[in-house]
Structures are given as C-alpha cells and as structure tokens.
C-alpha cells in the first residue's frame, strides 16, 4: 500500500480508511480521514472497494502506542550506563505502564544488538524522517565548519565581531553547498 499522506489531515484525525484495491495502490480520491469518536464500521459496511482502516502514526506527545518505533532521546535524565547505548536508537516499544507514583514508562525492545530496556515515556520521540536526518546533519556540519573558522587564527580583521560570525556562516554555507565535508581519516 502506498503512504497516506498525513500532513493533509486535520488534527483530530485518529487514521483514515483507504479503498485497498487489487494493485495496492491508494488512489487519489480514496483516502478519507476518521475524526476521534467516529464509528467506522457503519460508515464503510457497504462499497464496491475494500475499505482498511489504518491508524495515524504516533506524532509524539504522551505515551506511544505498543508496536510503534522510537527514537529514544536522554533529555536531561539521568539514565543507567548500560543504557546509553539506546540513546539515539530505533526501538519498538512493547509495554507500557505506569510506576507506584504515577510516571508513564515504556519498555522497548532494540533487536538482538541491544535487548530490551525500560525508559520514561518523554525520553521517546517519533522517528525522524530522512528530511529530518539530512537536515541535522547538515546542520551539525556547518556548525563544525563555522567552529573552526572562528578558531582559525588569520580571522577578519577591522569587522565587528557580529560581521565575523556572518562572514564565517556565509562561507559555511557556500562550502557545504559545494560538497566539501570533514574527511575521516581510515
């Protein structure tokens, strides 16, 4: 089935029925997007197509649903050393639950690499898309170039230091636009 495209959907959307035809593909026109509290068997008992409901994808905020795969971020808490290794990880959760005093917890499985670990519910974040990915890395990598061109000693001379900053994050910019990234040594 192809991806429903969900920035389309308005807020309250809790999933969308999508007619499955015999190729699989969602046409335009056959998705439809179910508001919370709306019973979807009445609506969709009768059709020539096969509807499927499909259930939105947890955008983060609250306690992610069982099955869903995270990202698991520290945000400040301290955490076990023998779980650091999950920061920054995809996990799928696959418990959740609530400790004596009322904090949202989720235990998550990292596949055979890292096993299974129990984290607070906040420290989980939806996935970032390939865009996102780039981006930070993108981003990350100007700062590092911009780093080092302050740090180097030939600088701009007779421009204020707010000019410097512009000057270092224009040839930044121009440099990483070109292709030029920190090469690792083997």
């Known amino acids: 089935m192809s991806k429903i495209d969900w920035s389309k959907a308005p807020e309250s959307a809790t999933g969308a029925m999508v007619a499955q035809f015999e190729s699989g593909r969602i046409m335009p026109g056959y998705v439809e997007f179910i508001p ?48 650091a290794e999950f920061i920054g990880a995809e996990v799928t959760v696959c418990a959740v639950f609530q400790t004596a005093r009322g904090v949202d917890m989720i235990a998550v499985d990292g596949g055979a690499d890292l096993g299974c670990e129990v984290f607070r519910a906040e420290m989980a974040r939806p996935v970032p898309t390939p865009e996102e990915k780039a981006e930070a890395e993108r981003v990350a990598g100007l700062n590092e170039m911009i780093r080092h061109m302050k740090d180097h000693p030939g600088g701009t001379h007779g421009v204020s230091h707010m ?15 070109a292709g030029y990234r920190k090469q690792v040594a083997p």
């Open 36 to 83: 919370a509290g709306r019973n979807v068997r009445e609506i969709y008992s009768e059709g020539p197509e096969e509807w499927v409901y499909v259930e939105r994808p947890w955008r983060g905020g609250g306690i992610p649903p069982v099955g869903t795969v995270v990202e698991i971020q520290r945000g400040g808490w301290t955490i076990r050393e023998e779980s």
């Open 163 to 177: 000019q410097q900053l512009m000057i270092h994050e224009d040839v930044a910019r121009d440099l990483w636009a």
